[in-house]
């Protein structure tokens, strides 16, 4: 498995040949954990099903690169004041209502999407391969609208008790196990942080899904937000 960093010139290259390959998965250091990286089509998520052995009832979230790809797939509520938002749920996952081509598939239950959203420098290096991405695929095996955000979930096996990896030897091992052949390190973990929350952001109202860092106080700040703006 060969190493790299978000920062290095060759992220993209790399990346975009591992998902060109047969088992088109990446390992990628995010804030709270150690994640598994693919392409937003039916094969990333077969291939992150299968290393996940992946627990029947669940589907994949997606890691935010580009914003105006993101804002097509936004119900108006949210795509009016996107940069605030982006802004209040940094280290969040946000869940939202999409046009979707099947409303229950690999990245979307009941019609909504999850995008987790990290920090601008770390977004500013995945949105390049997403619009590289964009530019390949044309149309999503998913959306109604050309989203290809890459689809991301925690690197473990699916519904392991023990939870993510965030230990580097750990997920080291793991990758090999699994014949992943790309592990991309960028320098943001912090082991403490525990699980990301996650916010259903409807038309007129605001909840937490999962508990997770700063829920409480991100709730609070984006309800002032979002239903101010409307």
Same mark, same amino acid.
């Given at each position: @498995? /060969?190493?790299?960093n978000?920062?290095?010139n060759?992220?993209?290259?790399r ?5 060109? &390959? ?9 804030t709270?954990t150690y994640?598994?990286?693919? +392409?937003n089509?039916?094969k990333?998520a077969n291939?992150l099903? /299968?290393?996940?052995?992946? $627990? ?7 890691v935010?690169?580009?914003c105006e790809a993101?804002r =097509?797939?936004? +119900?108006k509520?949210?795509? &009016?004041?996107l940069q ?10 946000i #869940?939202?209502? *999409?046009?979707? =081509?099947?409303p229950?598939s ?9 995008v ?9 290096q995945i949105? !390049? *391969?997403e $619009?590289?991405? @964009? ?5 999503s095996?998913f959306?109604? &609208?050309?989203? !290809? ?5 925690s ?5 392991d ?9 750990? *997920?080291i091992e793991?990758?090999?196990? =699994?014949?992943?052949? $790309?592990?991309v390190?960028?320098g943001?973990l ?11 952001i409807g =038309?007129?109202?605001?909840s937490?899904e999962r508990?997770?860092? #700063?829920d409480?106080?991100?709730?609070a700040?984006?309800k002032? $937000?979002i239903?101010?703006f409307?």
């Amino acid at each position: @498995m /060969k190493e790299i960093n978000l920062t290095d010139n060759d992220f993209v290259e790399r990346t975009l040949e591992i998902f060109n &390959s047969d088992n088109p998965v990446i390992i990628l250091e995010f804030t709270g954990t150690y994640g598994l990286v693919s +392409p937003n089509t039916l094969k990333g998520a077969n291939a992150l099903d /299968k290393t996940k052995t992946r $627990l029947e009832g669940k589907y994949y979230g997606s890691v935010l690169g580009n914003c105006e790809a993101l804002r =097509k797939i936004l +119900p108006k509520h949210i795509e &009016s004041n996107l940069q605030d938002i982006i802004s209040i749920f940094e280290r969040a996952f946000i #869940r939202f209502d *999409v046009d979707a =081509k099947n409303p229950n598939s690999k990245v979307t239950k009941d019609s909504r999407h999850q995008v987790l959203i990290e920090k601008a420098a770390f977004r500013k290096q995945i949105e !390049q *391969v997403e $619009l590289l991405l @964009m530019q390949a695929q044309g149309s999503s095996d998913f959306f109604t &609208s050309n989203y !290809q955000g890459l689809l991301c979930t925690s690197a473990n096996i699916s519904g392991d008790p023990k939870g993510a990896i965030t230990n580097f030897e750990k *997920v080291i091992e793991f990758g090999k196990s =699994k014949k992943i052949e $790309l592990f991309v390190q960028s320098g943001i973990l912090i082991k403490d942080i525990g699980s990301y929350p996650s916010f259903y952001i409807g =038309k007129d109202n605001i909840s937490i899904e999962r508990k997770g860092y #700063r829920d409480v106080e991100i709730l609070a700040e984006a309800k002032d $937000l979002i239903y101010n703006f409307k």
